[in-house]
């Protein structure tokens, strides 16, 4: 029996064999059931997105909402997969309140004026929770934990932008990308929303109620089902306070010449922040000065540099149109800047005549030298050149780069080449230093990423970051003592001195230029000085990439520089990169 049945059960398989013999068949056949399999895959997968996105908003949350990755280069690498949901900046619904100095003083409801308590400004209700939090985390100096509070999906606590990340939320996140933005406020709801403010308009309630988990960091929590878990920031002086379509500038003393210095001026009944930067908008100019019940509009000019900031107190009077706002008064005016743009440092052209003395933009890779190109353009009028060609530049508005470096066209030619001959070539350079740490992740980030982009968490991981900190790191030193050694006539800029006093280590760059100082287009500059080629805080790393050892090696090379610059009697390294 058991020979009889062997040649049966094998005429199947035979005939299977035969038939995928015939290649075309066979061909075809495999092509079909990849397609096939293929097809099943996203079927499963579009299933599963809207299941989840389902789920988050079930339980009456705002759906998510998808955006592209836009301008500022903070978009998400593939790898995340359906975590680019959410993972870019989106205005909610509502548009923020302007909101000028604090009303209401932390140490106390009885400090604030009577009409403060009839608004929404919970500000002075301190409850720190401490289940999930450190005290560290609670007060580190750039963040103070203020409470759980009520939010509304229909009437927001916080009115500023807003992102969400279901995979990687953490507090540090949140309040990083609000402190950049130049909020006061963030708020971290249902374990993975990050909202933004500047004042909280809701009240605050027991620290039981936010008790979710953030999804990027379990020992945090972050808020709850529509409670937040809010943060009080403590911006830095360079973080630009946005309102709505404004920017607030500060409090200021009134100019000797007001009628000069602002040349337009209204009364405005039931004055409001809004009211006064629409009237300014519409008048074309780009800033928007608060005086009590007068809006006056102008540009920055030496008669009012905004360079002297007066203590915000001295402004507080309250909006006759707004009670959360500030509209100055007689003697100390809250200015904002507008969206108008300022044209008087916009136009830019190659020089008259072509000049024989040729000046370096000389920089380590990563250390500021295309935003040093951008202010000097708006600053002299006149394009830069490159060494190198860029098309990604030349595209931003870069002219300068098509033409051949020695054209003699340009005000100056950056360069990052540190050698003997290199430098010799230039009868002068602007030398840019930045701090290492800082410097080595910037060019990472642009040789992963491209200019404005970010590198990979799997590069950062991998065995990519250890290499380029070995090969980079030396070279950082080594193209610094080489300018200073082979250099006719070097000018140090450091970036760190240029982020702090731009107006004064601008000016200092166009006189070495051998040009006339225009001071009202420095204060143009001013305005507009970030320029198209600033990363977004989005993908900051959240961790310290450099090891011990790392960090000895580039503590050395940081004093090697350091006695180099003070050997040219010049000043060393900024003190907040020095080895401690």
Not at 467 to 483: C, M, Q
Request: net charge positive; hydrophobic share 30%; proline share 4%.
């Amino acid at each position: 029996m058991r020979v009889a049945r062997e040649p049966i059960m094998a005429r199947p398989l035979l005939k299977i064999h035969r038939y995928f013999r015939r290649k075309p068949v066979r061909f075809f056949s495999f092509i079909l059931l990849y397609l096939t399999a293929g097809s099943l895959v996203f079927l499963h997968s579009g299933f599963s997105s809207d299941t989840s996105t389902t789920g988050a908003s079930g339980s009456g949350r705002d759906p998510l909402i998808s955006e592209g990755g836009g301008g500022t280069g903070g978009g998400s690498s593939t790898s995340d997969g359906l975590g680019l949901i959410g993972r870019v900046f989106k205005e909610t619904r509502r548009a923020p309140r302007r909101f000028g100095p604090p009303w209401m003083k932390e140490n106390g409801a009885q400090d604030a004026p009577e009409w403060a308590g009839r608004g929404f400004d919970h500000t002075s209700s301190w409850s720190h929770g401490t289940k999930g939090r450190t005290t560290k985390e609670m007060d580190d100096g750039r963040a103070k934990y203020i409470g759980c509070y009520v939010d509304d999906t229909q009437k927001r606590a916080l009115r500023g932008v807003s992102f969400f990340d279901y995979k990687k939320m953490t507090v540090f996140r949140c309040q990083d990308n609000c402190a950049e933005r130049g909020y006061l406020f963030a708020g971290l709801e249902f374990g993975a929303e990050c909202y933004c403010g500047h004042k909280i308009q809701a009240p605050n309630v027991s620290e039981s109620e936010c008790s979710m988990e953030c999804k990027g960091e379990k020992s945090n929590l972050c808020g709850g089902p529509n409670r937040l878990s809010i943060y009080r920031l403590e911006l830095s002086q360079e973080s630009a306070r946005r309102y709505g379509s404004a920017i607030f500038k500060g409090c200021f003393k009134k100019p000797d010449n007001v009628t000069l210095a602002l040349p337009v001026s209204g009364v405005i009944k039931n004055m409001s922040v809004d009211k006064c930067v629409d009237m300014c908008t519409e008048k074309e100019f780009t800033l928007a000065a608060l005086g009590g019940e007068k809006c006056h509009c102008g540009f920055p000019t030496p008669l009012f540099t905004l360079h002297e900031h007066e203590d915000e107190e001295l402004c507080l009077q309250r909006c006759a149109g707004e009670d959360f706002e500030s509209c100055g008064n007689n003697d100390f005016f809250v200015v904002y800047q507008t969206q108008v743009q300022d044209n008087r440092c916009m136009d830019r052209r190659f020089l008259h005549t072509r000049s024989k003395h040729l000046v370096a933009l000389a920089s380590f890779p990563g250390a500021g030298n295309t935003w040093a190109r951008h202010l000097i353009e708006l600053a002299t009028g006149y394009y830069t050149g490159s060494y190198y060609f860029d098309g990604s530049l030349y595209n931003k508005g870069f002219k300068g780069e098509r033409d051949h470096w020695r054209s003699g066209r340009t005000i100056c030619i950056k360069t990052h080449e540190s050698g003997r001959k290199e430098i010799e070539a230039f009868d002068g350079s602007i030398l840019m230093i930045r701090n290492p740490y800082k410097a080595l992740m910037a060019e990472f980030n642009r040789k992963y990423g491209g200019h404005i982009g970010f590198a990979s968490q799997a590069h950062w991981r991998g065995k990519e970051w250890p290499e380029f900190v070995k090969n980079y790191a030396p070279w950082w030193a080594s193209h610094t003592l080489d300018w200073l050694k082979y250099g006719k006539k070097v000018q140090v800029v450091h970036f760190e001195d240029l982020k702090r006093e731009l107006f004064t280590q601008l000016k200092s760059m166009v006189i070495f230029l051998g040009l006339e100082v225009a001071e009202d287009r420095l204060l143009c500059v001013e305005g507009q000085k970030d320029g198209n080629f600033k990363r977004s805080g989005l993908r900051k790393l959240e961790y310290d990439p450099y090891t011990p050892e790392m960090r000895a090696t580039i503590d050395g090379l940081i004093k090697t520089v350091d006695t180099a610059l003070r050997k040219r009697n010049l000043s060393g390294v900024p003190e907040e990169y020095k080895p401690r």
